[in-house]
């Protein structure tokens, strides 16, 4: 049981260019969701997804789209990369069940645009 | 979108103290969470309350639900070196989307 796994660890991207950041769970939890961490500051919820083929915008959606085809994975797509999106990216994921309903997080990828 | 404040924002105590740190919110939570966050790395999960009023430990740390579904605190008992790094208080909506405060660094000196 990986829990929630994310890759790369690490990148760097141009200004324009486009990456894609992987996330899976292998906890079956419906929920699973994106947060950018930037330096010295709290969370931020970027999208979240209540089950596969379902998003939800959250508070910091601009620049950013993903998709839900399955349970188990999440992916974050960054179109025309600006340093702004110059952050640490964390995916998490939670169950729908009543009694467990904590929220679990990846390692994070660490995105630098220049 | 809600606010979370926490407090303090850091913190620098001797080893052996214990510490205790809050958030409150201006909307009711169905779920509080609190995370230790290290250098480097995800929040990892500590502590998360259900009921109002609920006061649950896990070993040297205790964390209560408010009476009023607004706010939380997290106290540590006889602080170790190894408690140094960021905590983050976070609340669940009804619609399971977490708020996350903006984190109390805690430094421990030996």
């Known amino acids: 049981n990986a829990g929630v796994t994310q890759t790369p660890k690490f990148r760097i991207l141009k200004i324009g260019q486009s990456m894609t950041l992987q996330c899976t769970q292998d906890m079956n939890h419906n929920y699973m969701y994106w947060y950018r961490q930037d330096p010295g500051m709290g969370l931020k919820l970027i999208y979240y997804s209540v089950g596969a083929g379902i998003t939800d915008k959250g508070e910091v959606p601009n620049g950013y789209n993903v998709s839900r085809s399955t349970t188990e994975d999440f992916p974050l797509r960054l179109e025309l990369a600006a340093p702004s999106q110059t952050s640490v990216y964390f995916c998490?994921?939670?169950?729908?069940?009543?009694?467990?309903?904590?929220?679990?997080f990846g390692p994070g990828t660490r995105l630098t645009v220049t | 979108g809600q606010q979370l404040n926490q407090s303090p924002q850091s913190m620098f105590i001797q080893e052996g103290e214990d510490v205790s740190m809050n958030c409150t919110s201006s909307s009711i939570f169905n779920t509080w969470l609190w995370y230790k966050q290290d250098p480097g790395e995800g929040p990892v999960l500590l502590i998360a309350l259900y009921k109002a009023g609920e006061l649950t430990s896990n070993g040297r740390l205790t964390a209560q639900f408010g009476i009023t579904r607004k706010d939380s605190f997290l106290n540590i008992s006889a602080s170790i070196p190894s408690d140094v790094g960021i905590y983050f208080c976070?609340?669940?909506?009804?619609?399971?989307?977490?708020?996350f405060g903006s984190g109390t660094k805690l430094n421990v000196k030996p």
């Open positions: 998490a994921s939670s169950s729908i069940l009543r009694d467990y309903r904590e929220q679990y």
């Open positions: 976070a609340g669940r909506d009804n619609f399971n989307k977490f708020y």
